[in-house]
C-alpha cells in the first residue's frame, strides 16, 4: 500500500489550499481515509476523516466548517480542500487508510492501518 500526499505549500492567512493524497495497492472503497497533521514541536492531531464510500465524515473542532473532506474512489484519491487558512494550520499533512467495513466509535484514531509521507503546509499571517 502506497499513500502520497501533495498539494502543500506557502499561503497568506484566509487562503485556500487543496491537498490530495493517492493510494495504491489496496481496495480503495473498503477503506476509511484520515487526514492528520503534525506542527512542529507538537503531537500529531486528528484532522478528518470521511468512510470508504464517501457517506460519513467527521471533524476536528479546529476545522469544522473550514475544511472539506472527500474522496474520488473512481481514482484512489482523497481530498482536503482548506479555506480560511490560518497561521495555526501550519503543519506537515499527513493521509492515513485503515480497512474498516464500519464507522469507528471514535473516529478521531490514529490507529490507522497506513500512513503516508506528508506534505507541508505554512500559513503566514
Known amino acids: 500500500v502506497q499513500l502520497q500526499a501533495s498539494g502543500g505549500g506557502l499561503v497568506q492567512a484566509g487562503d485556500s489550499l487543496r491537498l490530495s493524497c493517492a493510494a495504491s495497492g489496496l481496495s480503495f472503497s473498503n477503506y476509511r481515509m484520515a487526514w492528520f497533521r503534525q506542527a512542529p514541536g507538537k503531537e500529531r492531531e486528528f484532522v478528518a476523516t470521511?468512510?470508504?464510500?464517501?457517506?460519513?465524515?467527521y471533524y476536528a473542532d479546529s476545522v469544522q466548517g473550514r475544511f472539506t473532506i472527500s474522496r474520488d474512489n473512481a481514482n484512489n484519491v482523497v481530498y482536503l480542500q482548506m479555506n480560511s487558512l490560518k497561521p495555526e494550520d501550519t503543519a506537515v499533512y499527513h493521509c492515513a487508510a485503515r480497512y474498516s467495513t464500519t464507522w469507528p466509535t471514535n473516529p478521531t484514531t490514529d490507529a490507522m492501518g497506513y500512513w503516508g509521507k506528508g506534505t507541508q503546509v505554512t500559513v503566514s499571517s
Open positions: 470521511i468512510s470508504g464510500r464517501g457517506g460519513r465524515s
